[in-house]
């Protein structure tokens, strides 16, 4: 595995493959590498040439300076972990002089208004942020697939249209969740969890399996209210818990025929914040 510092050396590299007519599969990263991230390079090997991973913490995604601050770095332990895999043919870790050489401003997009929903509404600005460093990434690295875990499906959502308005020419793929043994979605904040709070946690993803049951039966509004009594029992927050559109992500108050929901689901235990979802039968 090849691990590049820099834009000019990687650049190179990037330039060699297309020369060869290399398939390349890339799935960017902000480290603190777990098994979901390697799911991803899993999938991406298997129809791809070239697997690349990036490892970058974003700092235009972030609107709470402390959580950018607090977000694990673990470096040397990715490299080994993405080395270990024997998946992944080359590692670019950029600074952030190669992804913002004009400073760190973040572009503006239209979405459509899918980035004004959920997340875009408890942090604004920060799929413009997503945006920013994904298209840089995909200008550099020029891939033809693309990889994203569903656990972060609103992103998901938001890559397929930046693709979609930059008319860029790559296929995007969404990966299942991961999940630990208890049903925890894998995620990189995970670490800062103590044993306890991890296993406290669990109450999330038995949640959405009850929601994914009662939504054949149950009216949405009496399924939030639910889910709010649920919480109301544990030492943690429930930060939002709807149910959405797949395709609109706009919360839904009645389901129709034809179309797909997906629960969403945030949670604070502790300082950490939990994001996890479901598809709904």
Do not use: C
Not at 43 to 65: C, G, L, M, R
Not at 145 to 172: H, P, R, T
């Amino acid at each position: 595995m090849q691990t590049f510092y820099d834009k000019n050396s990687f650049s190179k590299y990037i330039a060699e493959l297309k020369e060869k007519k290399k398939k390349i599969g890339f799935a960017p990263t902000m480290g603190a590498l777990h098994a979901g991230h390697i799911s991803l390079y899993q999938e991406a090997q298997k129809y791809n040439d070239i697997v690349i991973s990036s490892i970058f913490v974003n700092p235009t995604q972030f609107n709470n300076p402390e959580d950018l601050e607090k977000y694990p770095r673990t470096i040397e332990e990715d490299i080994k972990k993405l080395g270990d895999s024997k998946l992944v043919d080359a590692v670019y870790i950029p600074g952030v002089e190669d992804i913002y050489p004009n400073g760190m401003e973040r572009k503006h997009y239209d979405f459509g208004g899918i980035e004004n929903e959920m997340e875009g509404a408890a942090r604004p600005g920060h799929f413009d942020g997503v945006g920013t460093v994904v298209e840089e990434f995909f200008r550099q690295v020029q891939p033809d697939n693309a990889y994203f875990g569903e656990k972060d499906f609103q992103q998901l959502k938001i890559i397929e249209k930046l693709v979609e308005v930059l008319d860029l020419k790559i296929k995007i793929h969404g990966v299942k969740i991961h999940r630990e043994e208890g049903g925890l979605a894998m995620s990189s904040r995970n670490m800062r969890l103590s044993e306890e709070e991890r296993h406290a946690s669990t109450i999330i993803y038995r949640t959405l399996n009850h929601v994914n049951s009662w939504f054949k039966s149950i009216p949405i509004n009496d399924i939030k209210n639910r889910v709010e009594e649920i919480f109301s029992k544990e030492n943690m927050e429930l930060e939002y818990f709807l149910i959405a559109d797949e395709e609109t992500l706009k919360e839904s108050a009645v389901s129709s025929n034809g179309r797909n929901y997906r629960a969403f689901i945030v949670v604070n235990v502790g300082n950490v914040r939990l994001i996890d979802n479901l598809h709904l039968d």
